[in-house]
């Protein structure tokens, strides 16, 4: 009950699954936690998870070298959705994070949706989703849109409602990142088709899907990724619709 509390979680849903963050001074240290309920029979199972973004917010400090470069060229292109993939405890958000940080260098307008917000930024706009509110991704977007930003962060994609919203976003000419739960990119490519679309408009919109894995290095971890460039995704979307046909 304290850790829901000190989470800003609802104390009366002690029959719903929430998530939240939470901030604890340990060892004269600020850490930031990603805080998930799961209702059980007599109790509630509490999972927190460590959100890293603080260590550090270089983009160059977490990817291999010989990575680097490439995923930057990539994300050049003013339009187009790029989707960052992978296990849970891969990095997905931290990559996302130190990916905003350095767009928003480049004195690029940000706004982002997210269930709930993991760090707190300077510089671009955070908007929480808030059901009770009426404030769900599919109202957020439209009014994001309406604030005309260069980039559009979507927190994670995790049902239908977050991929067509994810993919409107980008159909309207912004460059739009968005995380999702897969083990590779091809796998997340197949995601996206069973949550309702279509072939036609992932090779529209999808830029880059990254798939990645956290390596030890040395005393630290490193992201490893490997990815599909726009002309690998329009290879599988046709093979893709010749089966479907």
């Given at each position: 009950?304290?850790?829901?509390?000190?989470?800003?979680?609802?104390?009366?849903?002690?029959?719903?699954?929430?998530?939240?963050?939470?901030?604890?001074?340990?060892?004269?240290?600020?850490?930031?936690?990603?805080?998930?309920?799961?209702?059980?029979?007599?109790?509630?199972?509490?999972?927190?998870?460590?959100?890293?973004?603080?260590?550090?917010?270089?983009?160059?400090?977490?990817?291999?070298?010989?990575?680097?470069?490439?995923?930057?060229?990539?994300?050049?292109?003013?339009?187009?959705?790029?989707?960052?993939?992978?296990?849970?405890?891969?990095?997905?958000?931290?990559?996302?994070?130190?990916?905003?940080?350095?767009l928003k260098n480049e004195n690029l307008?940000?706004?982002?949706?997210?269930?709930?917000?993991?760090?707190?930024?300077?510089?671009?706009?955070?908007?929480?989703?808030?059901?009770?509110?009426?404030?769900?991704?599919?109202?957020?977007?439209?009014?994001?849109l309406r604030h005309d930003p260069d980039?559009?962060?979507?927190?994670?994609?995790?049902?239908?409602?977050?991929?067509?919203?994810?993919?409107?976003?980008?159909?309207?000419?912004?460059?739009?990142?968005?995380?999702?739960?897969?083990?590779?990119?091809?796998?997340?490519?197949?995601?996206?088709?069973?949550?309702?679309?279509?072939?036609?408009?992932?090779?529209?919109?999808?830029?880059?899907?990254?798939?990645?894995?956290?390596?030890?290095?040395?005393?630290?971890?490193?992201?490893?990724?490997?990815?599909?460039?726009?002309?690998?995704?329009?290879?599988?979307?046709?093979?893709?619709?010749?089966?479907?046909?």
């Amino acid at each position: 009950m304290f850790i829901k509390y000190k989470s800003n979680m609802n104390l009366n849903l002690s029959k719903s699954p929430q998530s939240n963050t939470l901030s604890l001074i340990i060892e004269k240290r600020n850490l930031h936690f990603r805080v998930s309920t799961l209702p059980s029979y007599d109790s509630n199972s509490i999972v927190l998870r460590i959100n890293h973004y603080h260590f550090t917010k270089k983009v160059s400090d977490l990817l291999l070298n010989k990575e680097k470069e490439k995923l930057f060229s990539l994300l050049e292109s003013e339009i187009g959705l790029v989707l960052i993939t992978g296990p849970t405890c891969s990095g997905k958000t931290t990559l996302s994070y130190c990916l905003l940080q350095q767009l928003k260098n480049e004195n690029l307008a940000i706004v982002s949706i997210e269930d709930p917000i993991e760090y707190f930024e300077t510089g671009f706009v955070q908007l929480q989703v808030n059901e009770q509110a009426g404030v769900n991704y599919e109202t957020g977007v439209k009014e994001i849109l309406r604030h005309d930003p260069d980039v559009i962060f979507i927190g994670e994609i995790r049902d239908k409602y977050t991929a067509r919203c994810a993919i409107r976003a980008s159909l309207t000419g912004h460059r739009v990142i968005t995380t999702m739960h897969a083990t590779s990119p091809i796998k997340a490519i197949y995601r996206l088709i069973e949550l309702g679309i279509s072939p036609f408009e992932i090779e529209q919109t999808l830029l880059l899907v990254t798939n990645q894995r956290l390596v030890q290095i040395e005393k630290s971890k490193k992201i490893t990724l490997e990815y599909l460039t726009d002309k690998q995704i329009k290879a599988i979307i046709t093979n893709i619709s010749r089966v479907i046909e």
